[in-house]
């Protein structure tokens, strides 16, 4: 699946999360891998890894897998740099991407399956959405790559599907982990729970992981 790639967003400091939310144990993996595995059985093969905060460790964690790095110098940026910098690494035989933040472990293969396969039907720009939801991966069409490598610093891919309605296709899928945030210890826990049936091991939230 050489023609759509996908670009996963992990620049950011997870603030409100208290630890760094991309090395946090997610069953017996991590955040990210769970991520790139999840796009890597549904066929993606060229992932590019937009780091940040922690940008070394992330890249020595991920050293044996398939994807490529590229860091934004400022992790406290706007989520719309980081795209930009995806945008800039993919290459020219891409004719779409999946844009994702690093916290979506819980996005089955066969869910990205069905967002690719929307595009390939004919939508242009896809995004999932479970019990009137929007979530993520979303798929854009690389007819807009100049424009996303210019999203608006405050509106973000939020005002890039706004301007773009009549295109979006609200793609309902059997699946609620597209919409479950992971922004804070609790809703990691929850994630767990719903996922692996039990709490996170090792780990407590801690200001002092985020240094």
Not at 19 to 42: H, M, R, W, Y
Not at 100 to 110: E, G, I, K, Q
Not at 158 to 166: S, T
Request: aromatic share 6%; with cysteine.
């Amino acid at each position: 699946m050489k023609d759509v790639a996908a670009i996963v967003l992990a620049a950011g400091r997870s603030r409100r999360m208290g630890a760094f939310k991309p090395l946090l144990p997610f069953g017996n993996k991590t955040v990210i891998q769970s991520c790139i595995d999840n796009l890597q059985e549904a066929g993606v093969e060229e992932i590019v890894l937009v780091l940040g905060h922690k940008a070394e460790d992330v890249a020595d964690h991920l050293k044996t897998s398939s994807v490529a790095f590229v860091t934004n110098p400022d992790p406290d940026s706007a989520m719309s740099k980081s795209i930009a910098l995806g945008v800039a690494a993919l290459s020219a035989s891409a004719k779409a991407a999946l844009i994702t933040p690093a916290d979506h472990p819980a996005v089955p293969a066969n869910v990205i399956h069905t967002i690719i396969e929307t595009w390939r039907a004919g939508a242009q720009l896809v995004q999932p959405e479970f019990e009137s939801r929007g979530g993520h991966p979303v798929l854009i069409d690389l007819d807009y790559r100049d424009e996303l490598t210019r999203l608006d610093q405050q509106e973000g891919l939020r005002g890039f599907f706004a301007n773009h309605r009549q295109e979006v296709v609200r793609l309902p899928v059997d699946c609620g982990f597209i919409a479950q945030d992971m922004d804070t210890w609790d809703d990691y826990v929850r994630l767990q729970e719903a996922v692996f049936g039990h709490k996170p091991k090792e780990f407590a939230p801690t200001e002092d992981r985020n240094e």
